[in-house]
């Protein structure tokens, strides 16, 4: 199943799962952009993503917490995991500031990657502009391919931004 | 959940079941009986809110904790900030009681 990333379509990504476990297809494991599921047995669950950095001793405490919760780990990659509970389980983010707080924490990671890939943009672009011959010539190569990597970087924290926007909008609204 | 001066009824219910040493998991169980599932607090949020709480000094591990239980308590500052979100709560239920005492008169 594909994802055009969690960034932009977490809530999308967790009902397709829900939806393929209910015919049967039950998330296995992260793949490069999207998830890898294998066949069972039909089964009404729901899904959801937190993400979080854990160190050896934190794990433990961590999924055991979830487990308490109804919410059983399904797979984990690059300090993001995915977990599956009952239909009307408690949901794992129960107010607004911890929802805040998780998108701040994916905001840190995404944005670290997204300055990274513009500040290498812009080191070829510099190139680009003022150098000349075989430098020149490198380059701009550089700084094609360093463009299809920032624009999607770019747009994935903006994404992000936009979440934690929609989620202080709730909040403020409950008060 | 930035600034922990006025607390949230989360935050409120979780640092008001570490008055004594409790584990993650009974601080939920606890919630949940207390208030016969009105209130319930995702594995999740309780999570992070009691990582929050620890990085502030409000509540720390307990003695009886190993790698494997982690029990957490109060700290002294934690009692203090617990108490003062005490009497916050009880003026807001003393303007309310009073206001509906004089308005069936």
Known sequence: MASIGLAFSEEHDMKKLSEKAAKGWHLKKFRLAGYELEKGEPEESIFSIDYRKLQKDEEEEYFELFA???????????????????????????????????????????????????AITIVFWVFMTFASGAIQHIAEQGFTYSIIFTVPALMTSGGVYYHMWKNLRLKSKHI | MKSLEQLTDSVFYIMAALTEPRHGYAVMSLIEETTKGTFVVGPASLYTIIK????????????????????????????????EDIERRKIMIHLAEQGLQRGQK
């Open chain 2, 52 to 83: 929050k709480l620890a990085a502030e000094h409000l509540i720390q591990l307990h003695d009886d904790s190993n790698s494997r239980r982690k029990v957490y308590v109060l700290t002294d500052k934690g009692r203090e900030i617990l108490l």
């Open chain 1, 68 to 118: 308490y919760g109804g919410w059983t780990h399904v797979c984990s990659s690059a300090n993001m995991h995915i977990f599956k509970a009952a239909p009307e389980t408690t949901p794992i983010y129960s107010d607004a500031e911890s929802s805040i707080d998780k998108l701040a924490r994916l905001a840190k990671s995404v944005n670290l990657v997204a300055s990274i890939a513009l």
